[in-house]
């Protein structure tokens, strides 16, 4: 039975892709802040800080054959109020945190031969945007591993990144708060929606599995045409 380790997957697309990837195998999924529980057989649940100096992931059986990295943070503000520090704040969450992951996991995905790794960016990094200057620099750094990553570990291990635009998950729900924000966010995108966490995991299953096993180093856009296609 394959196995698989899901960074943040206790809510949004972390957690649709815990329950979908549940179908497929045993799912090991953390969460941070809210203790989380799963009625699913295949799901196991752990915390985990990922910005701990060492992170503890000694529960991991000896093979990994999927590992999807979902924490993540949207902190919109004018770029003239946004302190270095929280530059940092987010590369240490969104980047540092990845890196620790995987290089703790990395003995485990080599042993499964045929393994994938998950990441996930933003619209915003291929499209400017008001105000998403720091989302943008730690999410383009996730680009920038990923496709190194990927040169790095093949042919035994891929590794691919979802880049979404606004979806509807906790994370997004300040700018999601009323019906009316929601209908004038998905009138921006061509496809007049906005994201939904169930479809985007579909996607990273697809992507963690061997069903994508001619697939490495891409950054796939799940962004309701927002980054290819103008009105």
């Known amino acids: 039975m394959k196995n698989y380790l899901v960074i943040g997957g206790s809510s949004g697309i972390g957690k649709a892709l815990t329950e979908q990837l549940a179908h497929q195998g045993n799912v090991h999924a953390t969460y941070n802040k809210n203790e989380t529980e799963s009625n699913l057989p295949t799901v ?14 000694d529960y991991l059986p000896d093979e990994i054959h999927g590992v999807a990295y979902c924490p993540g943070s949207i902190n919109l503000m004018p770029f003239k109020r946004i302190k270095p520090s929280q530059f940092v704040e987010d590369f240490e969450l969104q980047v540092n945190g990845a890196v620790k992951v995987i290089q703790k ?16 960016s933003t619209v915003a990094v291929q499209n400017g945007f008001n ?31 979802i880049a979404p635009s ?11 708060s009323s019906e009316e924000k929601k209908e004038a966010n998905a009138q921006r995108h061509p496809l007049k929606s906005i994201g939904d966490p169930e479809r985007i995991a579909l996607l990273g299953t697809f992507l963690l599995t061997e069903k994508s096993n001619w697939i490495t180093g891409q950054i796939i856009h799940a962004d309701g045409g927002m980054s290819s296609i103008r009105g």
């Open 44 to 57: 196991n649940y752990y915390h985990l800080d990922v910005t701990e100096e060492e992170l503890e992931l």
């Open 131 to 161: 105000f998403h200057a720091q989302v943008a620099a730690s999410k383009g750094a996730i680009e920038g591993l990923t496709r190194s990553l990927a040169a790095e570990f093949a042919p035994s291990i891929r590794v691919n990144a």
């Open 105 to 120: 996991v990395l003995p485990n995905l080599k042993k499964a031969e045929n393994s994938a790794i998950l990441l996930f």
């Open 166 to 176: 606004l979806t509807d998950t906790p994370l997004a729900s300040k700018l999601l």
